[in-house]
């Protein structure tokens, strides 16, 4: 189950979130010769991941950056391609870029938390965007976003409100996070639930300057502004049809 865009088309120019996809794609495509040599990777992690167990507090920073792999970087970019335009419109520019880097500080600390002497690296903007997804979910919760449901060979659009999608995902989440051994490795499951409790708080003070309350009673839920309309274009070629004999 893939969101692949919202309806929710943002006023300005969403240029941080622009910024940051091209910075984690930049650096992917810096560590795409590390991946080759397990020797050359360790290293490289040991100084920028975060590593629970080591204590550095610039990891909190620089592994949101860092991604294990072109799936990992898709996805991630993906979901912030979609949910980040529309916080950034509300926040502004440089307000956004502190709520993104916060929400990823914060989902990193419950990853430590969950697992304080972990050696495993952390790696991946997810609890950033998880971070996103939360302020997203606190502002738009009846924005509608268009899902791509693969089930086997079936592929599918629905449109679906923010508040079931990214509730279903946040319950994903503490499923595994509670159902999945510590020092299991994979995915950081209590990253991206701390980040997006986090994005939800962060975004807080923003929901109550526009109203709180009163701003959803003033627009169910739904973006301040009309939605975006997606139409699939029919062909300039003409059909033809079967001749019959």
Known sequence: MFPIRDHNPSGRTPFITYALIATNIAI???????YADPRDIGPFYANWALIPAKGDIGGYITSQFLHGGFMHLAGNMLFLWVFG?????????LPFLGFYLAAGVAAG???TVSEPYSTIPIVGASGAIAGVMGGYLLLFPKARIDVLIIIVVFFRIFPISAWIVLSVWFGIQLFWGASTPTNGGGV???AHAGGFVAGIALALPLW????????WNRTHGAPPHPEAQYRFQRSSIPKVGRRRR
Do not use: I, K, S, V
């Not at 992917?28 to 590390?34: D, G, K, Q, T």
């Not at 109550?208 to 701003?215: E, I, N, Q, T, W």
């Open 188 to 190: 950081a499951y209590w």
């Open 28 to 34: 992917f495509l810096y560590m795409l010769p590390l």
């Open 85 to 93: 335009d529309n916080l950034e419109d509300e926040m502004g520019h």
């Open 208 to 215: 109550l300057r526009l109203g709180g309350p009163a701003f």
């Open 109 to 111: 600390l419950a990853q």
